[in-house]
């Protein structure tokens, strides 16, 4: 069984700064992925980031980057340069190498403040 | 990234009647597509996956006989709630994935109401 812990219920952030959420993971699988969605109050899961297992440099897509590391099981997000838009919940999600379900952590709520 | 349509956004209806949600990826074949329901300030719970011209496969707990999955084209599925009850009330959410792709497109999701 797979299992995403996302340790922090709720972030605020001040525009223009970086933020960090947090995602550890546990899987017994070696090939597996990680992904980050972001749902903004309207509902809709917004894809933003994918780390394969065996991908050797952390992800990037704009402003979002993967800090992965394998050793800790971590594979928290990066966002930089923090807008008001960016308010929303992050979900952090793991998916078997091979399979197709995702499993999903308990989201964070990502407050950015002027 | 891929566009998923769902559609009604909103429903509201009565109890014991039922409502079918349409899931449609418009701009790839989508040979999985799953169906999720999400509970206010929750996680996603994954209901089914379904793949194009087979039966859904059903995650423990979730009632076959309630929520009806159909998958007839690599473009549409739907799901319905039978005889609806205010305990049905949720958001669904459907996203799809294509046969070369690991990422999941999400649908904007459906919001039902049973009076």
């Known amino acids: 069984a797979q299992k995403i812990t996302q340790t922090q219920p709720g972030m605020f952030v001040q525009e223009k700064e970086a933020v960090t959420l947090d995602c550890t993971y546990d899987?017994?699988?070696?090939?597996?992925?990680l992904f980050w969605y972001k749902q903004p109050s309207s509902g809709e899961m917004i894809f933003l980031i994918y780390q394969g297992s065996y991908d050797q440099q952390n992800a990037t897509e704009g402003r979002y980057s993967l800090n992965f590391q394998k050793a800790r099981k971590s594979a928290n997000l990066v966002i930089s340069a923090s807008q008001l838009g960016d308010s929303a919940m992050y979900f952090c999600?793991?998916?078997?190498?091979?399979?197709?379900?995702?499993?999903f952590g308990t989201g964070t709520q990502l407050k950015v403040e002027l | 990234g891929a566009v998923v349509s769902q559609h009604p956004s909103r429903v509201i209806c009565k109890s014991g009647t039922s409502v079918k949600i349409e899931c449609r990826s418009l701009d790839f074949q989508a040979t999985t597509m799953f169906w999720y329901r999400q509970f206010p300030k929750q996680s996603l719970m994954l209901m089914a996956t379904?793949?194009?011209?087979?039966?859904?496969?059903?995650e423990q707990g979730v009632e076959k006989d309630k929520f009806l999955i159909n998958h007839a084209s690599l473009t549409l599925s739907t799901l319905t709630v039978t005889s609806a009850h205010p305990e049905d009330s949720s958001f669904y959410i459907c996203s799809a994935g294509g046969l070369y792709t690991d990422t999941q497109y999400f649908g904007p999701g459906t919001r039902l109401t049973v009076l």
């Open positions: 899987t017994s699988d070696p090939s597996y992925g």
């Open positions: 379904s793949n194009e011209g087979s039966k859904a496969t059903y």
């Open positions: 999600a793991i998916k078997r190498g091979g399979g197709n379900k995702l499993t």
